[in-house]
């Protein structure tokens, strides 16, 4: 004879599942911590709100070398190069051509996406050192040419060429500063939110599959070619348009401001950061910054060697930058039943 389990000797589970509350916990994290942004420039002086905008833009730049190089594979040692291209495209823009500096970020975008593009055409048949010593090339040539006599009209020449930084638009009582930090804000979280979304589509599939194992791409019926020059063009249009950001917020352009150290730096940022990880183009955009003032803190005279042993203790500490070092917290949380629901509905 087939008996019912009464209802009440059924274990209840009480309290959302583990995956809804780990959900529900980052959700909450990450609103506190966007409040926490658009709340700062209002609570702290304008050489820092002018700092903290750079490092939103150079951001940008490295979430641009992230998709390169972390997701498809390919070494830039030259994105210093597009970063430039960036900057002249809105100050050209701006001061000679008398255009709003709104449109100027769209535009430098497009320009670098097709210098990118085309750049990765012939560059396809370049892999790993041999297409980093190209990228080479291009961070090294690319000052001299914005040096060149019959161009010197357009980018300045050595001078370079000085921008008047906008005012807040709608009379919004906020100084300029504070208002390209909003700015600069509004641009990172569109482009983060390309990224993430680009990243986690079919396409973004594609270029992680080209990375992972070409050959078994290739056999999966992936364009190699087109991925391949698409990636390099989305991630010049990144940097580009930090570029253009870049020289807003500074307010001057010259060749000598992009030299091959800048793209160092901005690999710099993106090992610091994780190498396939969007966020962490926000870690190793405060890397680059700070810690080159804190060396300087420390010894002005050494403040290179002092950078030097920073940067060292730090891929020690964190050999996968700070996307492992968050991995691993997270997981000796877990570990610890931070995400386990007790039956009384707690952790």
């Not at 990450?30 to 002018?50: D, R």
Request: hydrophobic fraction near 55%; charged fraction near 10%; proline fraction near 6%.
């Amino acid at each position: 004879m087939k008996t019912d389990t009464p209802k009440s000797a059924l274990p209840v589970e009480t309290g959302p599942p583990p995956v809804a509350k780990k959900s529900r916990v980052r959700l909450l994290i990450g609103l506190l911590v966007l409040v926490g942004i658009v709340a700062l420039p209002l609570m702290v002086k304008n050489f820092f709100v002018f700092q903290l905008t750079l490092a939103m833009v150079y951001a940008i730049a490295i979430m641009g070398l992230n998709l390169l190089t972390g997701f498809n594979g390919q070494f830039s040692l030259g994105h210093g190069a597009f970063y430039a291209i960036g900057a002249y495209t809105a100050a050209i823009m701006m001061e000679q051509l008398g255009i709003a500096y709104y449109w100027t970020i769209p535009a430098a975008g497009i320009i670098c996406f097709v210098a990118g593009y085309l750049f990765g055409l012939p560059a396809l048949r370049l892999e790993g050192i041999y297409l980093a010593l190209a990228t080479f090339a291009l961070a090294i040539a690319l000052p001299q040419i914005l040096k060149f006599s019959p161009i010197e009209h357009w980018t300045g020449g050595v001078q370079g060429i000085v921008i008047i930084k906008p005012d807040a638009p709608f009379g919004l009582p906020i100084n300029p500063d504070r208002w390209l930090y909003y700015f600069t804000l509004f641009v990172l979280l569109l482009s983060f939110a390309f990224a993430y979304n680009l990243v986690g589509s079919r396409t973004g599939r594609a270029i992680t599959a080209i990375r992972d194992n070409p050959i078994a791409a290739k056999a999966m019926g992936v364009n190699l070619s087109l991925y391949k020059s698409l990636t390099f063009g989305v991630s010049a249009f990144y940097t580009g348009v930090a570029g253009a950001l870049g020289a807003i917020v500074v307010q001057f352009v010259a060749p000598d401001s992009f030299t091959f150290a800048l793209s160092v730096v901005l690999f710099v940022g993106l090992v610091v950061g994780g190498v396939g990880w969007i966020p962490g183009a926000f870690f190793g955009a405060l890397f680059i910054l700070f810690v080159p003032h804190l060396a300087e803190g420390v010894s002005k005279g050494l403040a290179g060697a002092v950078y030097g042993i920073m940067l060292i203790l730090l891929i020690f500490v964190m050999p996968s930058g700070a996307a492992g070092l968050l991995k691993l917290v997270f997981d000796r949380l877990a570990a610890a039943g931070w995400w386990k629901v007790s039956p009384e509905g707690r952790k």
